[in-house]
């Protein structure tokens, strides 16, 4: 994926327009539907403040993963998990380990 890809992604989780965004971020929305276009990129403090908007990393946004974390998967998954309340965290976690114990239950 690329940024203006991984903006639009977050836009639509959120069903907001891209107008919406750039008002609230007070951006111009050429500038905003730019990047999602695919035909500008931000500047650091407007990277900046889109990732601290959608609550995500800029390396998310940026499409840029760290070794320690393998996958795409491994962080979209911890994406959406800091999406969650402290109350759906804890669902979510015991719902993982029922999944890990079918998993290890069907191995044996």
């Not at 919406?20 to 111009?28: T, Y």
């Not at 730019?34 to 407007?46: G, K, M």
């Not at 962080?75 to 669902?91: C, D, G, P, W």
């Not at 029922?98 to 069907?106: D, E, H, R």
Request: charged share 30%; hydrophobic share 35%.
């Amino acid at each position: 994926m690329s940024f203006g890809n991984n903006l639009r992604k977050l836009l639509e989780e959120r069903d907001m327009t891209q107008k919406e965004l750039a008002k609230q971020l007070n951006i111009a929305p050429s500038t905003l539907g730019s990047y999602v276009q695919n035909a500008r990129e931000p500047d650091f403090a407007t990277l900046i403040l889109l990732a601290d908007f959608f609550d995500v990393s800029t390396d998310y946004l940026l499409d840029h993963y760290e070794k320690r974390i393998s996958s795409q998967k491994e962080n979209e998954l911890l994406r959406v998990f800091r999406s969650l309340t402290e109350e759906q965290q804890h669902i979510c976690i015991e719902q993982c380990k029922v999944l890990m114990q079918s998993s290890y239950n069907k191995k044996k």
